[in-house]
């Protein structure tokens, strides 16, 4: 029991939904009247399911594929985080467009946001990896919660009690409420299969212009082998309070379908037991394998 209730040194419950200490109830109430501009994007997502690849696509897309001018700048100061502001920067004067990235649900963000003000990317990938690589995740990263046996961490995840609560309830809040959002729907596994389509779908999406060769380049830079390579992409200088060194890194495999090295078979069927209907009920066809 006790194993299954999330520790209050990692998280808080703020109306219903798990965050990480390093942001507060009140912070996060204020977002509500968070001022909203008319080219803002905000990438939203539940944890693992690929922001931080989003991110990086965003950037290049956003500089032609070169980046000038943001190479030497760390993701989370590109597209910073809404609701973890750590690094206590002036939100209201960031350049223009700016984008944020996010976990919050639907109900818990900027009002105008859901009045069609600005734009939302919604990124939602296969749950089973969602699962395993946040299982991974955990470890490396100093500001979660230990849970080092799978099946603890299963039950936790599929209960809710995790950072970012359900999985479920993020996925079917923001798909229930597509109407109050100006928003683009994408899969990890849409992108992983097709990142051209993805790439002219986000220029679409927020009506940017890009030629062939700069298309290129952002699909080039965006591969997993090519983030991997890039340190500020990849995350690499996350400073030593937040990711624990030799632990892991956060391009870890980037494929469709590792759940299954890590879940057994009885794991996998315990977990369609939870979510298999609650599933089909999306209106998402996940791809869970390769
Ligand atoms: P794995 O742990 O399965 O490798 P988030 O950014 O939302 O935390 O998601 C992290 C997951 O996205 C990790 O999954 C990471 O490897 C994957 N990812 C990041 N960039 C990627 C890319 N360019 N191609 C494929 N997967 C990528």
Same mark, same amino acid.
């Given at each position: 029991r006790l194993m299954m209730e999330p520790s209050k040194e990692f998280v808080f419950n703020y109306k219903g939904f798990y965050f990480a200490v390093n942001t507060t109830p009140e912070y996060v109430a204020s977002l509500e009247n968070f001022e909203i501009k008319d080219s803002d994007i905000f990438i939203a997502t539940?944890? @693992? !399911?690929g922001t931080v690849w989003t991110q990086n696509i965003l950037s290049l897309i956003l500089h032609e594929g070169h980046r000038n001018g943001t190479e030497n700048m760390e993701t989370m100061d590109r597209i910073p985080w809404v609701e973890y502001n750590i690094k206590n920067m002036d939100y209201a004067n960031l350049p223009l467009p700016r984008v944020f990235a996010t976990h919050l649900p639907y109900y818990l963000t900027p009002k105008e946001l859901r009045n069609k003000k600005g734009r939302v990317i919604y990124v939602t990938r296969n749950p089973k990896d969602v699962l395993v690589s946040y299982y991974h995740f955990s470890k490396f990263i100093r500001t979660l919660e230990k849970i080092p046996d799978f099946n603890i961490f299963m039950e936790r995840f599929l209960a809710g009690k995790?950072?970012? !609560?359900a999985w479920f309830d993020h996925v079917s809040g923001w798909y229930n409420h597509a109407k109050d959002f100006n928003i683009l729907f994408l899969t990890y596994e849409e992108m992983k299969k097709d990142l051209r389509s993805t790439v002219l779908k986000i220029c679409n999406f927020i009506g940017k212009k890009l030629s062939e060769e700069e298309i290129e380049s952002v699909v080039r830079q965006a591969t997993f082998e090519n983030m991997q390579k890039d340190p500020r992409a990849n995350y690499e200088n996350m400073p030593d309070d937040i990711a624990i060194k %030799?632990? %892991? =890194?956060?391009? =870890? @495999? %980037?494929?469709? %379908?590792?759940?299954k090295n890590t879940m057994t078979v009885a794991q996998s069927e315990r977990f369609d037991e939870v979510l298999k209907e609650k599933i089909q009920t999306l209106p998402i066809k996940f791809t869970w394998d390769t």
């Open positions: 539940y944890p @693992k !399911s995790v950072l970012a !609560s %030799g632990k %892991g =890194r956060f391009l =870890r @495999k %980037g494929t469709i %379908g590792d759940w």
